[in-house]
């Protein structure tokens, strides 16, 4: 089983503030996800990284994917209330050479405090 | 167009019963992944389905889980003998195309085993 590690698993903040989280594995991933997750909803795909090195923007967030493709960073600049949720990285892992299934981190709860 | 549905939204049953899980992927989808979660944590993939193929189940528990995903109505996924440790939510999700792309996810259905 390939696993995902994210760091850190619990993160309180104040508004304003910036905040990175990774995650971590020593498997290679053809691509990587990242999603938030809100109570009692399902999560919401964020991005797709694919090649080793890439970095992509969305408003204040930045994901970045390792050069080897086995790590990933999401940095969130002056972070809002509005923030707080699960952070869940996911990648996909082959199965019968073919299938391929999302197999997902432990995720990070952020909490972003007014 | 409707996301994916899931119904229901909470089961509660006792020791020994049966759960039956209900999800009705997106349009158009023809890929349907079940995982679970306990609160706090990530998401385990259990399974993935196409219409009357089970192509990955190698996160489904050997005993009392099954999963079917018919060529007409929705997927199933089916608890049997409940115990207090299957208590957790169980999420569904549709693709359009095998792995790489996104993932759909439902709301979820939270079981609770008394």
């Known amino acids: 089983t390939q696993l995902l590690e994210q760091s850190p698993q619990f993160l309180s903040i104040q508004e304003g503030e910036n905040l990175t989280v990774y995650c971590n594995s020593s498997?290679?991933?053809?691509?990587l996800q990242w999603y938030r997750q809100e109570p009692g909803e399902g999560p919401v795909l964020l991005v797709t990284?694919?090649?080793?090195?890439e970095v992509k923007k969305l408003k204040r967030l930045t994901f970045q994917f390792g050069d080897a493709r086995k790590d990933s960073s999401l940095h969130i600049t002056a972070a809002q209330p509005g923030d707080t949720g699960l952070y869940l990285c996911?990648?996909?892992?082959?199965?019968?050479?073919?299938?391929?299934?999302?197999?997902f981190g432990s995720g990070t709860q952020l909490t972003v405090l007014p | 167009n409707a996301g994916v549905m899931q119904n229901p939204r909470h089961l509660v049953r006792r020791r020994g019963q049966e759960a039956r899980l209900r999800c009705s992927p997106m349009?158009?989808?023809?890929?349907v992944y079940w995982y679970r979660q306990l609160p706090e944590e990530g998401l385990k993939f259990m399974v993935y389905?196409?219409?009357?193929?089970?192509?990955?189940e190698s996160g489904m528990p050997k005993e009392r889980f099954s999963a079917e995903f018919p060529k007409e109505g929705p997927s199933i996924l089916r608890i049997q003998q409940v115990v207090r440790g299957d208590s957790a939510a169980y999420f569904c999700?549709?693709?359009?195309?095998?792995?790489?792309?996104?993932?759909?996810f439902g709301e979820g259905s939270r079981l609770t085993v008394l």
């Open positions: 999700a549709s693709s359009p195309t095998t792995g790489a792309g996104e993932l759909f």
């Open positions: 498997s290679v991933f053809s691509s």
């Open positions: 990284v694919v090649t080793g090195g």
């Open positions: 996911a990648g996909y892992t082959f199965f019968s050479g073919s299938a391929r299934q999302l197999t």
């Open positions: 349009k158009g989808h023809s890929h």
């Open positions: 389905l196409q219409k009357e193929n089970i192509i990955d």
